[in-house]
């Protein structure tokens, strides 16, 4: 079944339990829990991290000799079910130090990402989370198998339209960048200029593509590659329309390994936890857009009290600058509120309304007194008549 449709849903019911045999051989421990092979009076003890997907999953710890510890729990426990661990896929070795790794290199492939440490300088470095400087940075990177991967599925689409017209050449490769590189948005491949190397070897083959067509590079670029905007070099057609059809760049894709929340291990989208997945994706079939989609922008939090929302919150819309005020209902002044947060609101804003309100009557008022002459007789004004002259007239008012 290897490569089938259901191989992984298979993969997840026989690897099942993997992760809570770990912890409970390795439990965690606090500096005065007992002193173990592994656990030293006086240190914290973290349970390994175990990360799964399908049948391929890496054990994280700082221990050498609980990784290799787990390894062999691992390994008693698939020859239980009648599966072994496939040796040319199982590495024991360091992010940061080849010499500690079983093979001398340094960093990992997993699901197509390389992920690997590198040294680095106080003022560059990462910190931990008391703000020890580490003296290294972890990167993550597209694995060179799935560049090559990429390049050659790049290739392959560009030599299948050596004769067609560009606009469907665009079209077909189109998906191909913005799926590749949305892949690897929760990594550095940016940063690293990996994207920018898939861009240059990409104009390489539409060069050569385009050359095959006209004979020489002169005439190709001038025919296939135009400035739109600020913009050189851009792979369009040239068809006269207000909206040309362009290739996309990988380079213009956002990319940061940093921005990555993970999942929360007892979370599914089955679960019925609208909040927390509306939050997460900006969209749920049971949550209105606009509603998961200022979630999505609030972080999930109430900017009245702060806190997060919750499962069964009753939560309502609030305009952050009221209707009456002079607020817009458009989308930069809606945000979300707990319902008693809202209330809250509701009451703060009614008093400026109301002083809004008081200030506009006593505006028109003072109009009013100013347009007609009156005298005080005993505290009591008297109307005399309309005031006329030139300050009527200035002010444009029919006396």
Avoid at 42 to 65: M, N, S
Avoid at 182 to 205: F, V
Avoid at 325 to 333: H, S, T
Avoid at 340 to 351: F, G, M, P, Q
Wanted: overall charge positive; glycine content about 8%.
């Amino acid at each position: 079944m290897q490569g089938g449709v259901i191989s992984p849903l298979l993969a997840n019911i026989a690897l099942h339990g993997i992760e809570n045999l770990i912890k409970q051989e390795f439990p965690a421990m606090s500096k005065r829990g007992r002193e173990t092979w592994y656990h030293k009076k006086g240190k914290y003890f973290a349970t390994p991290d175990v990360i799964r997907y399908a049948d391929d999953f890496v054990i994280l710890h700082e221990d050498k000799a609980v990784v290799q510890r787990c390894r062999e729990i691992i390994s008693e426990w698939l020859a239980g079910i009648g599966l072994e661990l496939k040796p040319s896929k199982t590495r024991l070795t360091h992010t940061f130090k080849p010499e500690l790794s079983e093979d001398g290199v340094a960093g990992f492939d997993f699901l197509g990402h390389h992920i690997k440490q590198y040294p680095a300088g106080k003022y560059r470095s990462n910190k931990n989370s008391y703000g020890t400087i580490l003296g290294f940075n972890t990167l993550i990177t597209p694995t060179a198998k799935a560049s090559k991967a990429h390049t050659e599925e790049i290739g392959r689409v560009i030599f299948k339209h050596r004769s067609s017209p560009q606009a469907a050449l665009i079209k077909d490769l189109n998906p191909v960048i913005r799926g590749w590189t949305s892949y690897y948005i929760n990594s550095d491949a940016k940063s690293t200029g990996e994207l920018s190397k898939q861009d240059n070897l990409t104009y390489l083959k539409l060069r050569r593509w385009a050359k095959r067509r006209c004979g020489n590079s002169k005439d190709a670029h001038s025919k296939y590659w135009t400035t739109i905007e600020n913009e050189n070099w851009v792979f369009a057609t040239r068809s006269g329309d207000a909206n040309p059809l362009r290739l996309l760049k990988h380079s213009q894709f956002s990319c940061s390994s940093t921005d990555y929340v993970k999942v929360k291990g007892d979370k599914s989208l089955y679960d019925g936890d609208l909040v927390y997945w509306s939050t997460r994706l900006g969209k749920h079939p049971e949550m209105p857009n606009y509603k998961a989609e200022l979630l999505k922008k609030q972080k999930g939090k109430c900017p009245w009290c702060g806190l997060h929302f919750k499962d069964g919150d009753v939560i309502e819309e609030d305009h952050l600058i009221p209707r009456a005020n002079g607020g817009k209902d458009e989308w930069k002044n809606k945000q979300l509120l707990h319902r008693h947060c809202h209330d809250e609101k509701t009451a703060i804003d009614l008093i400026e309304i109301r002083k809004k309100k008081h200030s506009n009557i006593q505006e028109k008022l003072f109009q009013f007194w100013e347009k007609i002459d009156w005298e005080w007789v005993n505290d009591i004004p008297f109307y005399k008549g309309h005031k006329t002259g030139k300050s009527c007239n200035d002010k444009k008012d029919t006396c």
